[in-house]
């Protein structure tokens, strides 16, 4: 990783609006219609930090990844700004029974606050289980993985986990000026750990330069009948203060992002 990059990333500045309590009397699980259709469109206020954008995203046919055919989602654009749109552009989504699965490369957009530059290749990861219980982790296991990078001549090894839960059943959800009915959101973290070594009085020492911790969490909100109508993506890191001295970034950092549905066409 070049030293730009990663600066970049840590300089820069990368889900929770409730409106009644967990487990309501909403949707079920098994009713809950989740709109994959070609042609389907959604457009989407992004609010970062103050920064204000939009990004239009469409399904725009059928794609085949290891067999298994997806519909894909992209952009009207080349990129999108919010983590939800750009999570999915160029991507392949599956309904399986309840759940929702990815395959693709796991886009960052632009902006987002992560302590690291991660390409996360996924496989049939689950995304959206309308039948999972509050926390419910969807996927059998994590996607897990590690990097070896060396950054103003520190050896960098990152080690990295991305998981997604279940998350609160609502019978009405309100925003953006809109109450929807028979909500469902679902939560995606990624968890990070980063350490480095130096050398003390001629012995080498390995120190944790990142200790592990979620930088990234998102959580959208999805709609029956519709999609996803709000997501809100957390992303902060706390750095060991040397290091943070030594690549010239604040030892801590914290931004919120905010995506608004505001028109939509379901087919």
Same mark, same amino acid.
């Given at each position: 990783?070049?030293?730009?990059?990663?600066?970049?990333?840590?300089?820069?500045?990368?889900?929770?609006?409730?409106?009644?309590?967990?487990?309501?009397?909403?949707?079920?699980?098994?009713?809950?219609?989740?709109?994959?259709?070609?042609?389907?469109?959604?457009?989407?206020?992004?609010?970062?930090?103050?920064?204000?954008?939009?990004?239009?995203?469409?399904?725009?046919?059928?794609?085949?990844?290891?067999?298994?055919?997806?519909?894909?989602?992209?952009?009207?654009?080349?990129?999108?700004? *919010?983590?939800?749109? /750009?999570?999915?552009?160029? #991507? &392949? +989504?599956?309904? %399986?029974?309840? =759940?929702?699965?990815?395959?693709?490369?796991?886009?960052?957009?632009?902006?987002?606050?992560?302590?690291?530059?991660?390409?996360?290749?996924?496989?049939?990861?689950?995304?959206?289980?309308?039948?999972?219980?509050?926390?419910?982790?969807?996927?059998?296991?994590?996607?897990?993985?590690?990097?070896?990078?060396?950054?103003?001549?520190?050896?960098?090894?990152?080690?990295?986990?991305?998981?997604?839960?279940? *998350?609160?059943?609502? /019978?009405?959800?309100?925003? #953006? &000026? +809109?109450?929807? %009915?028979?909500? =469902?959101?679902?939560?995606?973290?990624?968890?990070?750990?980063?350490?480095?070594?130096?050398?003390?009085?001629?012995?080498?020492?390995?120190?944790?330069?990142?200790?592990?911790?979620?930088?990234?969490?998102?959580?959208?909100?999805?709609?029956?009948?519709?999609?996803?109508?709000?997501?809100?993506?957390?992303?902060?890191?706390?750095?060991?203060?040397?290091?943070?001295?030594?690549?010239?970034?604040?030892?801590?950092?914290?931004?919120?992002?905010?995506?608004?549905?505001?028109?939509?066409?379901?087919?």
């Amino acid at each position: 990783m070049k030293k730009s990059i990663l600066l970049t990333i840590l300089c820069s500045s990368i889900l929770f609006l409730s409106c009644s309590s967990d487990d309501e009397n909403g949707n079920n699980g098994t009713n809950f219609e989740i709109p994959l259709n070609n042609n389907n469109y959604w457009t989407y206020d992004v609010d970062s930090e103050g920064t204000l954008s939009r990004d239009s995203l469409y399904i725009s046919g059928d794609v085949v990844f290891n067999t298994k055919t997806y519909k894909k989602f992209q952009t009207r654009d080349d990129v999108a700004t *919010g983590f939800y749109s /750009s999570s999915l552009r160029n #991507n &392949g +989504v599956r309904k %399986s029974d309840s =759940k929702l699965l990815l395959s693709g490369d796991l886009s960052l957009a632009p902006g987002q606050n992560l302590p690291i530059n991660l390409d996360l290749s996924l496989d049939d990861f689950v995304i959206f289980n309308s039948n999972a219980s509050n926390n419910q982790a969807l996927n059998s296991s994590a996607v897990t993985g590690s990097i070896n990078e060396t950054v103003n001549g520190y050896p960098l090894t990152i080690n990295y986990s991305l998981q997604s839960y279940g *998350g609160e059943t609502l /019978s009405t959800f309100a925003t #953006n &000026g +809109v109450t929807y %009915s028979n909500v =469902k959101s679902t939560k995606i973290k990624l968890n990070v750990s980063i350490t480095t070594v130096i050398t003390v009085l001629g012995s080498p020492q390995t120190i944790t330069a990142l200790a592990a911790q979620d930088v990234l969490v998102s959580t959208q909100y999805l709609a029956d009948g519709i999609g996803v109508v709000y997501t809100n993506t957390v992303s902060s890191y706390n750095i060991n203060s040397f290091i943070a001295d030594e690549f010239g970034v604040p030892p801590t950092n914290t931004q919120t992002q905010e995506e608004f549905l505001d028109t939509y066409i379901i087919n």
